[in-house]
């Protein structure tokens, strides 16, 4: 971690997580005071070799290595609105809709094979941080089997839907899913649940055709969260 956002969260929530800190020689020792009372190793690091390690813009002269959280076993009856990420490949955009979901009461995230790793620095730094309040399961066919056993209806953003979101009856249990940015949904692994799929478009002005998958989710989840009973 090498932004203020995702080390102000895991400071706050995850301190057990970090694993060790490597702090640039020339910050404030006032800025960096909270680092070096944590209970792991902390490196100063000279101004060259502490910028080598990071890509950042804006970073406050530190940078975090930090486990990636255990999402707990999926059960589904512990969760009721669920969100599946297929084939996502920009940790951008994956992080920008990580927080989303945790913004707009989202319970868990699956994501297929296809989707970028959801810890990747760019995907947490989009998330700022959120990325580690929220569960992310890899999505299997056993996971899916269980999500059909537990009667979960399934729906799909997709520009070439027929119905507006609007239109739809949403209930509290759910399944949402958010395609690839070039190919929409195409992980095999959903084909035993294509025929199940409820899709629907955002309306929008007539001279755009496309949004952008985080900004789709976003406005997707914010719908769901304020308009579905």
């Known amino acids: 971690l090498d932004t203020p956002h995702p080390i102000a969260y895991v400071l706050d929530h995850h301190k057990p997580s970090i694993d060790s800190v490597f702090i640039h020689a020339s910050a404030p020792p006032d800025n960096l005071s909270v680092f070096t009372s944590l209970d792991c190793p902390c490196y100063s690091l ?5 910028n080598s390690l990071t890509t950042a813009a804006h970073q406050g002269g530190a940078i975090l ?5 255990e999402s707990p076993p999926f059960i589904p009856d512990h969760y009721s609105s669920l969100m599946i990420c297929d084939g996502i490949q920009h940790a951008h955009n994956l992080g920008t809709i990580i927080r989303s979901a945790s913004a707009f009461g989202v319970d868990g995230i699956l994501i297929t094979d296809q989707t970028v790793y959801p810890y990747h620095r760019d995907a947490i730094r989009a ?4 990325a580690f309040s ?8 056993t996971i899916l089997q269980q999500l059909c056993d537990a009667s979960f209806p399934f729906f799909a953003a ?11 009856q949403f209930s509290s249990k759910k399944v949402v ?3 690839s940015e070039a190919h929409g949904i195409c992980c ?7 025929d199940h799929i409820q899709s629907f478009y955002i309306p929008m002005a007539d001279h755009v055709d496309s949004l952008n998958v985080g900004v789709s ?6 719908y769901l969260q304020h308009m579905v009973k």
Not at 65 to 69: D, S, T, Y
Not at 158 to 168: C, F, G, W, Y
Not at 217 to 222: S, V
């Open 65 to 69: 290595v930090v486990q990636a959280p």
């Open 46 to 50: 000279s101004p060259s070799l502490f």
């Open 127 to 130: 998330s700022t941080g959120y």
């Open 134 to 141: 929220i569960p992310v399961w890899r999505l299997t066919p």
């Open 158 to 168: 997709d520009v070439h839907a027929s119905q507006p979101i609007h239109s739809l």
């Open 177 to 179: 899913i958010f395609g």
């Open 188 to 194: 095999p692994d959903l084909d035993p649940i294509r």
């Open 217 to 222: 989710a976003g406005i997707t989840l914010f």
